[in-house]
């Protein structure tokens, strides 16, 4: 299995930029996507295909890597983007990360 | 628009099957895929399998032997069953349109093993 690394929290002030790095065991070219969880909700999509900004979306989240380390950017941060963020891959079917929970200071 | 939506017990006993059903609204299961993601309170996600467009289906390694997933293509339907429960089984479980992203998700169904 494909296994993800994330940094388990992240602490930020609003108005800043926030970089949330996930790195792959094995390469999964760019078949890295990004979700945000706010607690007692589903996920929700941010960022398919490493780079690509999901529907609904604002810009300043992005995406970015290939290979084995990707990175998702928050620029600027506001206090809306309290949640854990979770990275997943589908190169080699579909692994998860264990989430990056951030905080605002 | 797209939707989907667990069903299923809360509680189920040690040792024993869960069976949930996810119906689907806003596009056909012969055209999209449709996975099960389940998620222990505070962990990760964790991928358990899939139903594809086409009928066929895949399952993760480690819950292969337990889990058995189908369709009814006719009532817009995805099913899981997954035998042996253990308490480590408790969490919320997701069905999720598959794109090899989860662009739509379900609002979960929480799951309690115990007896």
């Known amino acids: 299995d494909t296994v993800l690394t994330q940094s388990p929290a992240l602490a930020v002030s609003p108005g800043e930029r926030v970089s949330i790095s996930c790195r792959a065991s094995?390469?999964?070219?760019?078949?890295m996507h990004w979700y945000q969880q706010k607690p007692g909700q589903q996920p929700k999509l941010l960022i398919y295909?490493?780079?690509n900004l999901a529907s609904g979306v604002p810009a300043r989240f992005s995406g970015s890597g290939s290979g084995t380390d990707f990175t998702l950017t928050i620029d600027p941060v506001e206090a809306d983007d309290t949640a854990t963020y979770f990275c997943?891959?589908?190169?080699?079917?579909?692994?998860f990360g264990g989430g990056t929970k951030l905080e605002l200071k | 628009q797209v939707q989907l939506k667990e069903s299923g017990p809360g509680l189920v006993q040690p040792s024993e099957t869960l069976s949930l059903t996810c119906t689907v609204s806003?596009?056909?299961?012969?055209?999209?895929?449709v996975s099960w993601v389940r998620q222990p309170s505070g962990k990760g996600p964790e991928w358990m399998g899939r139903?594809?467009?086409?009928?066929?289906?895949a399952y993760n390694s480690a819950l292969k032997s337990r889990l058995s997933i189908s369709r009814d293509t006719s009532k817009n339907q995805v099913f899981l069953k997954m035998n042996s429960l253990q308490t480590d089984d408790t969490g919320t479980y997701y069905c999720?349109?598959?794109?090899?992203?989860?662009?739509?998700w379900g609002q979960g169904v929480m799951v309690t093993v115990s007896s």
């Open positions: 999720t349109r598959d794109r090899r992203y989860f662009d739509y």
């Open positions: 139903m594809w467009y086409d009928g066929d289906t």
């Open positions: 806003g596009f056909s299961l012969t055209s999209y895929s």
């Open positions: 997943q891959q589908s190169w080699n079917d579909r692994t």
């Open positions: 094995e390469g999964v070219n760019s078949y």
């Open positions: 295909k490493a780079s």
